[in-house]
DNA sequence: CTATGCTTTCAGTAGATTGTGAAACAGGAG
DNA sequence: CTCCTGTTTCACAATCTACTGAAAGCATAG
């Protein structure tokens, strides 16, 4: 067979691959924006994640055409979050930087953040609406108007929802694989 | 019994239930932002759901002191998104407008629009970057090259978590209608 | 000690997002 | 038709966020 490497020098493979990740760290990025997650951020962890070799801070700041102040910090905040981590190398002083390679644990690691720091205080609120509206507190007689039943209905009603996300994002927190496959499973069993 | 009522007049009441309505909307809208939602539209759902009565345009404005332009548009994405409705008062000639009252439903119309606007095409992408990277398109040779391999790992564990994820989504979403409570009612059960 | 190589910080700014308010529009009543 | 009530649009303004680049910081080597 006519090898297509002999048509194909070893250059064009190398392209084909960068712009492949490329598109990926691309629409990556775009992602994280509608999530509330900077661009560069994610673009700076798909790099990381798609290549799945350590990088360095030069590395980033080149692929991504970002300034090395943007690298450093957006590095160190990808660290805080815990998903990517630092790395040295023997005998080299520069730091690189890998990513977690499950992607099951980088997303526990995302949800039980986002559990605590969003979910966790809106879930506060609403009990404490719900407190300022009992009847104790507000008087029998008040407790009875319509406007009044109405705001505790719903209280209600948003409060059982975020019950029941909580208990999911709970079942994979830790063993996100294992959580979510077995959600999956008792979804699809049930329909 | 010397009832409460007596001492704390109608008003009373009337602000309590003000002031935790406002906690309420005031998280909400915080919670939104994180989530890629401005807060403005959070604020204003927020609203017209612990409310649960029709409001007008005015009300908004008012309530949430923004301007009769912010309001109308607002309203109008809600409305596109689906987790308000319109609603014309007879002989009135002003618009109403109330939110869903099922946050089962709501939660199952927002996510089947993130999925399709965002989940879809992160997984057409994945699969695209894949293509590129077959043996057919890139070489022999070079697809056993360490960096291309490594890197279709990384397409691959990236792809099932997403057909995971989106099994779930699925789920949620097919549905939203029929029986959300019993997916509920299931998933409750199993954790 | 200074020099070197690399990282972090941060004030200032560029750019994006969100909000305003006035003008245009819509349509029913008289 | 005009008047009235209400809605929508949109250029501009205010605000917020992300990014840069230069300076400061830090650790190691010499």
């Known amino acids: 067979m006519a090898t297509v490497e002999l048509d194909a020098p070893a250059v064009v493979p190398q392209q084909q691959l960068k712009t492949a990740q490329d598109l990926f760290i691309r629409r990556w990025g775009e992602m994280g924006q509608t999530?509330?997650?900077n661009r560069t951020m994610a673009e700076i962890h798909a790099f990381l994640y798609i290549t799945a070799q350590p990088q360095c801070t030069d590395d980033v700041m080149e692929r991504l055409n970002i300034s090395r102040g943007n690298s450093s910090m957006s590095l160190r905040a990808l660290c805080d979050w815990g998903i990517i981590r630092r790395l040295h190398k023997r005998g080299e002083r520069r730091e690189?930087?890998?990513?977690?390679?499950?992607?099951?644990?980088?997303?526990s690691i995302i949800a039980a953040e986002r559990k605590r720091r969003e979910m966790d205080p809106v879930l506060e609120t609403i009990k404490q609406c719900q407190r300022?509206?009992?009847e104790g507190t507000v008087g029998k007689a008040a407790a009875k108007q319509e406007a009044i039943q109405l705001t505790r209905e719903r209280l209600a009603g948003m409060e059982e929802?975020?019950?029941v996300t909580n208990k999911?994002?709970?079942?994979?927190?830790?063993?996100?694989?294992?959580?979510?496959?077995?959600?999956?499973?008792v979804l699809l069993k049930a329909f």
Not at 96 to 107: A, G, K, N, P
Not at 177 to 185: A, F, M, Q
Request: hydrophobic share 50%.
């Open 35 to 37: 999530w509330g997650i």
């Open 96 to 107: 690189y930087f890998e990513s977690l390679s499950d992607v099951w644990e980088m997303f």
């Open 132 to 134: 300022m509206l009992e």
């Open 161 to 163: 929802f975020m019950e």
């Open 168 to 185: 999911i994002f709970q079942q994979f927190i830790g063993n996100a694989k294992s959580g979510l496959t077995r959600v999956v499973r």
